[in-house]
């Protein structure tokens, strides 16, 4: 929060859960114009699996979970399910986290450790990876005393792996590349960066926090996506949210280590107090273990059949967005590889259109190199919300091409 002249303080009395009831329901946003926020949902029946799951263990505490079986199995399993999808070798292994900012800076703070023994440098060890790479990377630099180097995206606006080659320099300790990348919904080179990496013998982590838990079900759906996975050989860790696409209520996301013996320089486990060793999934310590045990509850429950069908689903969601955006005219919708669905205006003001949606109660991500909007969908998105954000959408573009609307809504994440 931001300093407060009007400092609020403690009600004298407790309020009963009525009026506080009365409160949070009129905080609500609007179902269909507030989608976009709730990202990311499957349908109803497997969210209410993960709301029992949560519930049930909501009081339990995350932090035994490396010592006590009764929850340590739950997260093992879990982990192991989540690890099977990405062409794991015979000890590919995996941490849960609170999400994908957790998960970066874990894979990085490993890279840094690996890079002390196996490639140290003289200086402040640098990261290279693509402008368009999520803005964790930066945070988690900034934290562990690291120097993020952001490379020219190619015309295409994927990453520009020649522009990545000739920044590599005598620091660098590690190179990233999307799977795909927020803004774009675009794959980087992966296969040229991880040559990249085995080349300079550099760590290679690949973000696929959005498109983790979808690629593995759209590839087998038969659309090609480009290998992304630990079938590349350069590919030490890779960061994937259960929360996203996994559907796993928040917070829940994975960090998948190539090797066991990568996995080792992830935990940082001291000794120097009175207690004993201190050893914990993460970076976290007491955590709720509601997170923990509707992860393996929704797994257990979509399945792979469940997931298949899922990734169905949110293909032909994109699919009527992607086809309804571009029939509206002055707007066009990008060729995404996988997720966002990302859309610009041909001519007219967009900040006008996302402020013309704002105004109806829609709340929109965007972007502005260039300016986009974009759509986190997911297997929730129905038939209610994407006609009515088409038909408001379509309504809202043409009264800014006529000039009746110029409030400005911001293209930003977030
Ligand atoms: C969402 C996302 C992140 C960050 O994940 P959080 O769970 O919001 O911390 C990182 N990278 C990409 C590509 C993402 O889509």
């Not at 399993?77 to 995996?94: I, N, R, W």
């Not at 969908?377 to 110029?406: N, P, Q, S, Y």
Request: hydrophobic share 40%; net charge negative.
């Amino acid at each position: 929060m931001t300093a407060s002249t009007t400092r609020r303080s403690l009600p004298a009395d407790g309020v009963t859960w009525d009026v506080l009831e009365t409160e949070m329901r009129a905080r609500r946003l609007d179902d269909i114009r507030g989608h976009w926020t709730k990202a990311f949902r499957a349908p109803r029946d497997v969210q209410e699996v993960g709301l029992k799951a949560y519930t049930m263990f909501l009081s339990d505490n995350g932090f035994f979970s490396l010592y006590h079986p009764y929850i340590g199995d739950i997260e093992q399993e879990t982990l192991e399910m989540c690890v099977s999808l990405f062409h794991p070798l015979a000890d590919s292994c995996g941490n849960t986290t609170s999400g994908g900012s957790e998960s970066i800076f874990c894979a990085l703070h490993a890279a840094r450790e690996w890079a002390r023994e196996h490639r140290p440098v003289k200086g402040v060890p640098e990261i290279v990876l693509p402008y368009s790479a999520h803005p964790a990377f930066s945070k988690a630099c900034h934290y562990l005393g690291m120097k993020i180097v952001r490379t020219a995206l190619a015309a295409d606006y994927r990453g520009d792996v020649q522009a990545m080659a000739d920044a590599v320099g005598p620091n660098t300790i590690a190179l990233v590349g999307s799977a795909p990348c927020w803004p774009y919904g675009l794959y980087d080179r992966l296969e040229d960066i991880s040559a990249l990496a085995v080349q300079h013998g550099l760590w290679m982590h690949v973000d696929a926090c959005v498109g983790g838990y979808l690629a593995p079900f759209v590839e087998r759906l038969g659309h090609a996506l480009p290998a992304w996975d630990f079938r590349l050989p350069g590919v030490q860790s890779i960061s994937a949210d259960l929360h996203k696409l996994g559907y796993c209520p928040k917070p829940m996301s994975t960090v998948l280590w190539r090797s066991a013996g990568l996995q080792k320089f992830h935990y940082v486990s001291p000794v120097d107090w009175p207690a004993g060793e201190y050893k914990m999934m993460g970076l976290v310590g007491s955590r709720s273990g509601g997170p923990v045990f509707a992860a393996w509850c929704t797994l257990k429950y979509l399945g792979d059949s469940g997931y298949l069908r899922l990734a169905g689903q949110v293909l032909d969601a994109k699919r009527r967005l992607v086809d309804g955006i571009r029939a509206i005219e002055g707007l066009d919708a990008w060729d995404t590889d996988l997720l966002p669905v990302a859309f610009g205006s041909k001519g007219d003001d967009l900040e006008a259109i996302v402020g013309g949606m704002t105004a109806l109660g829609w709340v929109l991500l965007g972007n502005y190199e260039p300016p986009l909007v974009n759509l986190p969908v997911d297997a929730a998105t129905d038939d209610a919300v994407i006609d009515t954000f088409l038909d408001e959408l379509a309504d809202v573009t043409g009264k800014v091409h006529r000039g009746e609307i110029d409030a400005k809504g911001e293209l930003r994440y977030g």
